[in-house]
């Protein structure tokens, strides 16, 4: 399992998370969109440090969540066996995704980076495609019932104030 765990985050949230954006900063900068390190001082360092540690400690949970209750990794090629209504999945249907989002705002401020904040953007789009037109389909045949029900109950970005606890 540990193989299988490690083979999916380097491929997936260690690409997305830093050697995306390293790329982006390395080819930015001589640019007029290099980057500029955050004051801590200002506004955008303390955004950007609470955006960034709350989507690692995001991210980091959700996918604990996925090896241990899901029996799997946040890989598409090797997803949960288990249906995961836990901890932030009570709250809202793609926490891991938020997770990431939060880190790649906290990046892009806390760097002053303009290419992490289109990266950003990017990835919210394509996850604004992928996941009602690809994932949720596929969760939908895997798990049946108990995922359309959660999904009735679970909104797909904003979280519930009250977590959702199944019959």
Do not use: P
């Given at each position: 399992?540990?193989?299988?765990?490690?083979?999916?985050?380097?491929i997936l949230p260690f690409n997305a998370l830093v050697v995306a954006p390293g790329v982006l900063l390395l080819a930015f900068r001589h640019t007029?969109?290099?980057?500029?390190?955050a004051a801590p001082a200002g506004?955008?360092?303390w955004v950007g440090?609470?955006?960034?540690a709350a989507g690692l400690a995001l991210a980091v949970w959700t996918v604990a969540l996925f090896v241990r209750a899901?029996?799997?990794t946040p890989a598409p090629w090797d997803p949960p066996r288990r249906f995961v209504v836990r901890g932030p999945y009570r709250h809202v249907r793609n926490p891991m995704i938020c997770g990431v989002l939060l880190v790649?705002?906290?990046e892009g401020l806390l760097l002053g980076s303009w290419p992490i904040g289109a990266l950003l953007a990017f990835f919210v789009l394509a996850n604004l495609v992928y996941i009602p037109f690809?994932?949720?389909p596929r969760l939908a045949a895997r798990f049946g019932e108990p995922y359309?029900?959660?999904r009735k109950h679970v909104r797909r970005w904003l979280p519930r104030l009250r977590p959702w606890r199944p019959e």
């Open positions: 399992m540990l193989r299988r765990l490690l083979t999916a985050i380097l007029r969109w290099a980057h500029s390190l506004a955008a360092f440090a609470v955006a960034l899901g029996e799997g790649l705002l906290g690809f994932e949720e359309l029900e959660y």
